[in-house]
T-cell receptor, first 116, second 115 residues
Framework: AQSVTQLGSHVSVSEGALVLLRCNYS??????LFWYVQYPNQGLQLLLK??????LVKGINGFEAEFKKSETSFHLTKPSAHMSDAAEYFC??????????????FGQGTTLQVKP | AAGVIQSPRHLIKEKRETATLKCYPI?????VYWYQQGPGQDPQFLIS???????DKGSIPDRFSAQQFSDYHSELNMSSLELGDSALYFC??????????????FGPGTRLTVL
């Protein structure tokens, strides 16, 4: 079975500081990985995804993530945090096993707080 | 750009009542997923449809049923509601080339409160 684990349910950074949100995956098949952001009372918005090819993936709003197979990680980073980045962030792996339906399996989420 | 539409946005029901949630995918998207997000929890997959056929089923109670219609919209029917059904219900749609790599676009969700 595939799964993701997000390390740290809450992360607090100062405005302008580096953002690092950690995600580790478990998968017996090549994983397809996603980061979604959820603002209060809103749906989930895709930040970026990794399927194949380049392991450094750039997304929207200045975010990027690097797929590291040796570390089974897909950490999300942003060089400089902005107040508007405060939200809930979910790492997810899509079901690529038997049936290949693509349902998403989410991590527990990380709440990012940005302090002025 | 058109997004996924869900209705209603908020729904309040009593225990043992029935609720119907609707999802209108992005035009030309042929795949619909339903997820349930409890308070402070991550979204959990319920059920999915591809080209109007059920493609996968997760931890969906037998009290729940769903279908995808000829116009690709989908409805989630929930009967004998329980307090524990209170949650945010998301619908997501994708253009099904190959499910696992397709981007799912999420709607704003329906917040169901069971009293």
């Amino acid at each position: 079975a595939q799964s993701v684990t997000q390390l740290g349910s809450h992360v607090s950074v100062s405005e302008g500081a580096l953002v690092l949100l950690r995600c580790n995956y478990s998968s017996s098949v090549p994983p397809y990985l996603f980061w979604y952001v959820q603002y209060p009372n809103q749906g989930l918005q895709l930040l970026l995804k990794y399927t194949t090819g380049a392991t450094l993936v750039k997304g929207i709003n200045g975010f990027e993530a690097e797929f590291k197979k040796s570390e089974t990680s897909f950490h999300l980073t942003k060089p400089s945090a902005h107040m508007s980045d405060a939200a809930e962030y979910f790492c997810a792996v899509s079901d690529s096993g038997s049936g290949n339906t693509g349902k998403l399996i989410f991590g527990q989420g990380t709440t990012l707080q940005v302090k002025p | 750009a058109a997004g996924v539409i869900q209705s209603p946005r908020h729904l309040i029901k009593e225990k043992r009542e029935t609720a119907t949630l609707k999802c209108y995918p992005i035009p030309r998207h042929d795949t619909v997923y339903w997820y349930q997000q409890g308070p402070g929890q991550d979204p959990q997959f319920l059920i999915s449809f591809y080209e109007k056929m059920q493609s996968d089923k997760g931890s969906i109670p037998d009290r729940f049923s769903a279908q995808q219609f000829s116009d690709y919209h989908s409805e989630l029917n929930m009967s004998s509601l329980e307090l524990g059904d209170s949650a945010l219900y998301f619908c997501a749609s994708s253009l099904g080339s190959w499910g696992p790599t397709d981007t799912q676009y999420f709607g704003p969700g329906t917040r169901l409160t069971v009293l």
